[in-house]
């Protein structure tokens, strides 16, 4: 089962651009955070905002989180080429034996 | 921090064989591992949660008898595709959560299957 969406599906911007990647999910969480991954390759955990904080950053990634709206935004300011990447948020509830479900992904492109 | 692996990281098998992933906790204990699957440009998609010493809880339209879960100890959880078909070629990744602590779920790095 998946939680949420993300949107866009897709995006392509040019290097040093912002790129901000959205996510909906359905129920109550204890955290969310995002992952990236690169074609054919595994996950990357990226950062995680607990459901009692409104924001948070780390180096060029700003994460928010609206409970009220079940909702959540990446941003990656000055892009890289190196970003180009699938991006994921994950929903968490926290409890001993719930994984985290993923919404359907972002996939970014970053043109230099 | 913890660490999960995979083996094999790719492995191509024959329509009809079956095919072993195993899943290890490296420096934690694990009572819970997760699997899910993936395929091409698509999100992961769980399939199945795998508690130590007891029978794995599958997702809905996940059949049980194709996708055996065995997670005898606290640090190993294997997944078998048995009698592989085509259409099970996909990206197989497996998590964990650590025993009493926090439950963070750690990724391992996942297993291509390619059946022909």
């Known amino acids: 089962s998946q939680q949420g969406e993300e949107d866009p599906q897709a995006l392509s911007i040019q290097e040093g651009e912002n790129a901000t990647m959205n996510c909906s999910y359905k129920?109550?969480?204890?955290?969310l955070q995002w992952y990236r991954q690169n074609s054919g390759r595994g996950l990357v955990h990226l950062i995680l905002?607990?459901?009692?904080?409104r924001e948070k950053h780390s180096g060029r990634l700003r994460v928010t989180l609206d409970t009220s709206k079940k909702s959540s935004s990446l941003l990656i300011t000055a892009s890289r080429a190196a970003d180009t990447a699938s991006y994921f948020c994950?929903?968490?509830?926290?409890?001993?034996?719930?994984?985290?479900?993923f919404g359907k992904g972002t996939t970014l492109s970053v043109s230099s | 921090g913890a660490v999960v692996s995979q083996h094999p990281s790719r492995v191509i098998c024959k329509s009809g064989t079956s095919v072993k992933i195993e899943c290890r906790s490296l420096d934690f204990q694990a009572t819970t591992m997760f699997w899910y699957r993936q395929f091409p440009k698509q999100s992961l998609m769980l399939m199945a949660t795998?508690?130590?010493?007891?029978?794995?809880?599958?997702e809905q339209g996940v059949e049980k008898d194709k996708f055996l879960i065995n997670h005898a100890s606290l640090t190993l959880s294997t997944l078998t595709v048995t009698s592989a078909h085509p259409e099970d070629s996909s990206f197989y990744i497996c998590?964990?959560?650590?025993?009493?602590?926090?439950?963070?779920?750690?990724f391992g790095p996942g297993t291509r299957l390619t059946v022909t």
């Open positions: 795998s508690n130590e010493g007891s029978k794995a809880t599958y």
């Open positions: 998590s964990a959560r650590e025993w009493g602590y926090s439950y963070e779920q750690y």
């Open positions: 994950a929903t968490d509830v926290s409890q001993a034996g719930t994984a985290l479900i």
């Open positions: 129920t109550s969480i204890n955290n």
């Open positions: 905002i607990r459901s009692n904080e």
